[in-house]
Structure formats: structure tokens, C-alpha cells
């Protein structure tokens, strides 16, 4: 990252609902949504980063046209899309309004009878949806019965500062982390709704904190309000520490902070020539004492 790149970004844990034929919840999500937009104005972020399904990440036992009981197929026709895209256009007015960018996790409706995708909006500062990152790498339920996997990697720009996004389970998938250091980000934002074990998020949060290091740029990691206790949503630099971390207590809230080069990142660059073929003019193939593997 250049030296005269830096920002400050917020990331959000929220109450996400479940339930996408309840009007009321969807309202309320959207309310949540804009009132920590407006706390993550007030601290002077110029981004806020959302978790997985903020506006409403469907029950699968909801969904299904077998359920409650029986997880099958699921039934979109259920979805109030009308209230999903009123919420949705109330927070771009809102990110307008603010001057501030908006990375808010939505189920995006394609054309019947094509399933949705699980998404992420990026809202821009002036209220446009800049772009949108599907999840690609999706569970066995959500591929078997629930959504359409995306098919690329996204990035988009703030004040100079590049960035990525992944979600749900993606975290799993070190090759995605390695995608985005090779399109030059200097940061990703993974959102996420955990596992269906709750005792599992604390293995995403180490994962989120390892691929830092590994990759040496920020990860932004957004959960759910609920699943604070296990791990909550914060900031990790590029040297794997995390800088910023909301509270456990299971409430809405969010943690900010500057992301900057005012530590020189020695580590990335050393990093992308080891990965460019330096070692291979030093390697041999003449020598009885490399070649022999069973020896002493």
C-alpha cells in the first residue's frame, strides 16, 4: 500500500433476521442497518462493513417447500422482495446522504426460475451500487437447495484503497485470499453468518486472522450480533493482530479503525517474488547427496 494511502473503516455486528416473509423484521433490519451506518459516520469512517445476510439471511427450514422439519428446495416466491428493495433503497439514500460507503450482505433475486445469489451490495457514497460480490464457494444446503454460486472476484476502490470481498464459508478457501493479494487489494471484507455450530466461528475468526498474515493485507470480519460470544466482528492487520473488535455481549455494535502503511509491510513484497520463481536458479540436480532421501 502506498504511503499515502489510508482509511478508516468500520465493521458492524447486527441483528440479522431469518425470516424473509415477515415484513416487520425486515423493517427492523433495515433500521439496524441505518443506525450503524450513522454511528460509523459519527466516528469518521469512510467505509462500514456489514455481516452475511444483513437484511435477511433465510432459514433454510423457512425456506423449504418440505419444511419446517425436512431442509429441501427452497421456495423464493415466499421472500417480501418488495420490502427487501425498499429497505435496501432507504440505506443507499442513507450511504448518499453521509458520504459513506456501505458493504451490506443481501440475497439478490435473479430472473425465474433461476435461484438467487448470496450477495454483498457495495454501496457507494453517493448512494449507487458500485458492484456486487456472490458468494461462490457455498455450503452443501446452500448449493443443493437454496442459491446460485457466483462466479468471480470483485474489487472496488475508496479513497485510493483497494478492496475484496468473501463470504460465509470462504474463509476455508486460502486460494481465494491468494486471488485477491494477486488483484493487488490491500484489504478484503469477509461476512459471514458462522456454521451451524456456533463453536465454529471461533475457527473462522482464526482463519480470517491467519489469511492476514499469510497474505499481509487487512481483513475486515463481520458477524452477527448473536454470535459476538464466540467471535466477534473486528479488524486484523496485516500482521495478523487484530486491531479493532466489537463487544461479546450479543449486541449490535461496531469496531473501527484507520487502516494505513505507517509500518512498512516488508512481508508482501518478499512474499510475491518468493511466489515469482527466485528460488529456481538456485535449485540442483547433479548433487548424490541431494537426490538421496533415504540417508543420513
Known amino acids: 500500500m502506498p504511503a499515502t494511502k489510508s482509511i478508516r473503516i468500520a ?13 416487520d423484521e425486515l423493517r427492523s433490519a433495515g433500521r439496524d442497518i441505518r443506525r450503524l451506518m450513522r454511528e460509523a459516520h459519527r466516528a469518521g469512517a469512510r467505509l462500514v462493513h456489514f455481516p452475511e445476510g444483513t437484511t435477511c439471511s433465510p432459514d433454510k427450514h423457512v425456506m423449504s417447500i418440505h419444511g419446517p422439519d425436512d431442509v429441501g428446495p427452497s421456495d423464493w416466491d415466499r421472500f417480501a422482495w418488495d420490502v427487501l428493495r425498499q429497505e435496501l433503497q432507504q440505506t443507499a439514500a442513507l450511504a448518499r446522504e453521509l458520504s459513506l460507503w456501505t458493504v451490506v450482505g443481501a440475497v439478490h433475486r435473479l ?18 451500487v458500485a458492484t456486487r460480490y456472490d458468494e461462490r464457494m457455498l455450503s452443501n ?3 443443493s437447495f437454496m442459491y446460485t454460486p457466483g462466479a468471480t472476484p470483485v474489487t472496488f476502490e475508496v479513497d485510493g484503497v483497494r478492496f475484496g470481498c468473501l463470504l460465509g464459508m470462504e474463509v476455508h478457501f486460502p486460494e481465494l485470499f491468494l486471488e485477491y493479494e ?3 487489494v490491500d484489504g478484503v471484507l469477509f461476512s459471514t453468518i458462522g456454521s451451524p455450530s ?8 482464526t482463519e480470517a486472522q491467519a489469511n492476514a498474515g499469510t ?3 487487512w481483513v475486515s470480519f463481520a458477524v452477527t450480533a448473536r454470535d459476538s460470544a464466540n467471535a466477534p466482528s473486528g479488524v486484523i492487520s496485516p500482521q495478523a493482530r487484530w486491531l479493532a473488535r466489537c463487544p461479546t455481549g450479543g449486541d449490535p455494535a461496531l469496531a473501527v479503525a484507520d487502516l494505513d502503511d505507517s509500518a512498512e509491510n516488508h512481508a508482501r513484497p518478499w512474499r510475491r517474488t518468493a511466489r515469482d520463481g527466485i528460488y529456481d536458479p538456485h535449485i540442483i ?9 533415504n540417508a543420513f
Not at 465493521?11 to 415484513?23: K, L, N, Y
Not at 540436480?285 to 532421501?293: G, K, L, N, Y
Request: no cysteine.
Open 215 to 217: 497474505y499481509a493485507y
Open 141 to 143: 444446503t446452500k448449493l
Open 111 to 128: 430472473t425465474p426460475p433461476h435461484r438467487p445469489h448470496n450477495s454483498l451490495y457495495v454501496i457507494s457514497d453517493r448512494g449507487e
Open 198 to 205: 456456533p463453536d465454529n466461528l471461533g475457527i473462522f475468526a
Open 182 to 184: 494477486r488483484l493487488d
Open 11 to 23: 465493521v458492524a455486528q447486527s441483528t440479522v433476521p431469518g425470516d424473509p416473509r415477515d415484513a
Open 285 to 293: 540436480s547433479d548433487d548424490p547427496r541431494s537426490e538421496a532421501r
